[in-house]
């Protein structure tokens, strides 16, 4: 059987296409062909269409109007939340925390439960691949707090270095905070082995799934995560909404991260009783729309199938890889053997952003620079930046061959 | 003699010299080889006191003052970015900081270089006129004085 053909038929690309209208683009004459997808996803029609529908009928503010639109809406955004339980197979919508974003899910979790666990002398560990979201707030807690901040190294190859990780656990460490997938290598990691090891020493972790949600099923039970989070916007939903996923046990020992309304359940001059969860933690009127209609997203990618996504991408990832590996003077960063659908590559002597910008005109999108994960780049693999290429399943064959022509020609003008 | 032009003389020039490429690959490939060519800088001048915020690739920039007039120099590690700094270098090194202090730049727009330059890369454009003019700025008040 051929593999090739079979996968590409169980999602019909052409037909799938026609539902993101931003794939029509053109730039600098060319129709779009987009490998930014790390960055953000394109939307397909059901989401976008999803965004005005609500405004169109149902707008209203959720909680705590007796009205029949807020009840509506109020509906909605539950439903939405009990989609994202089942999404990721969370034990109950309690633990189902919407954000902003995976940025500020990881905020929450170092400023209120970071406080909570981490004193003087303790240690964190993180991985040297985070994105500086899964970072610098850790940094930081750790600089106010007197902790220490300690980083899984990383292989050549782009793979966290398991054997360093064990013997970095000691009897300091109160957190371990870990990217799933690499978002400037594609390196996916050993997320559950981690787990496995850190609670062994009773030691929780939290999971920035921000580069999984969009490739892999995520299954929050079986990894026995204590805290994940990731956004919408890179599994084809809107911006500004995320998810926070946190063990209820957790969520429950850990103070609320902003104040105001939403959050409580009764004010007085004197003093203020919390809600119960999630809503201690959704201060404010929420982004209704966005957490509603990352609902669709859910749709969307549930009526795709995990496997189909990731048979494509696998595809379009292997065809990619043939071709830079014909093209010559391309050096891979990250050839982990665990990847998703992304490149990250330098054209030998020649400057990421030289490329980017001479593919742009090609109307090729690529990212250059640094990926967010700046120590990265810049002290582990002493680069000036990388460009990365990140296909999702709605990419073609031509337009990663259009790329490897593309770069064919940047070659040509820069060397 | 390029002494004795004027910055809008210059800038003429160069949107002369543009109006003859008819594509931006054209273009590009003439902003890369004047990228190739620019004199690079001194090497004590490659930190961070002399690099240019607000670029994706490094840039650094230094100006200095000989009987009267300002001359700039340049390196990036990005190709184009040297090619874009020359065609900056050639415009307005070389002249009365007060007069660099008045010049609109308005070659850029001419050549249709921003047109391919994204928002984030534009950005990296101004600064480095920013700089260039700051230098300015800061010798025009010795020049007063």
Known sequence: MDAHTSNIESIDITKIREEFPILLRKISGQPIAYFDNAATSQKPLSVINAISEYYETINSNVHRGIHTLSEEATEAYENSREKVRRFINAQSSGEIVFTKGTTDGINLVASSFGTNVVGEGDEVIISEMEHHSNLVPWQNLCESRRAKLKYIPVNDKGELMMDEFRTMINEKTKLISVVYVSNSLGTVNPISEIIEIAHSFNIPVLVDAAQAAPHMKIDVSTLDCDFLAFSGHKMYGPTGIGILYGKEKHLESMPPYQFGGEMIKSVTYDNTVFNVLPYKFEAGTPNIAGAIVLGTAVDFMERLGHENIHNREMELLAHANKLFSEIGDIRIIGTAENKTSLISFIINGIHPYDTGSILDNFGIAVRTGFHCTQPLIEQRFKLPGTVRASFAFYNTFEEIDRLAAGIRKVKSMLL | ?145
């Not at chain 2, 700025?137 to 020049?143: A, D, P, T, V, W």
């Open chain 2, 1 to 145: 003699m390029t002494e004795t032009k004027t910055i809008r003389q210059k800038e003429d020039q160069i949107t002369d010299d543009f109006s003859l490429f008819d594509d931006w690959m054209s273009k590009y490939e003439y902003i890369i080889e004047l990228g190739k060519k620019l004199p690079l800088i001194d090497e004590t001048y490659r930190n961070e006191s002399y690099e240019v915020k607000g670029c994706q690739s490094k840039v650094w920039l230094n100006a200095e003052l000989k009987d009267g007039l300002l001359y700039y120099k340049a390196d990036s590690d990005a190709v184009i970015t040297k090619g874009i700094i020359s065609l900056l270098i050639e415009v307005l090194s070389g002249n009365k900081p007060e007069d660099i202090l008045n010049a609109d730049m308005d070659f850029i727009n001419k050549i249709g270089l921003k047109e391919h330059l994204s928002p984030n890369r534009a950005n990296g454009l101004n600064a480095m006129i920013n700089k260039m003019k700051n230098f300015a700025l800061k010798y025009s008040g010795e020049n007063v004085n």
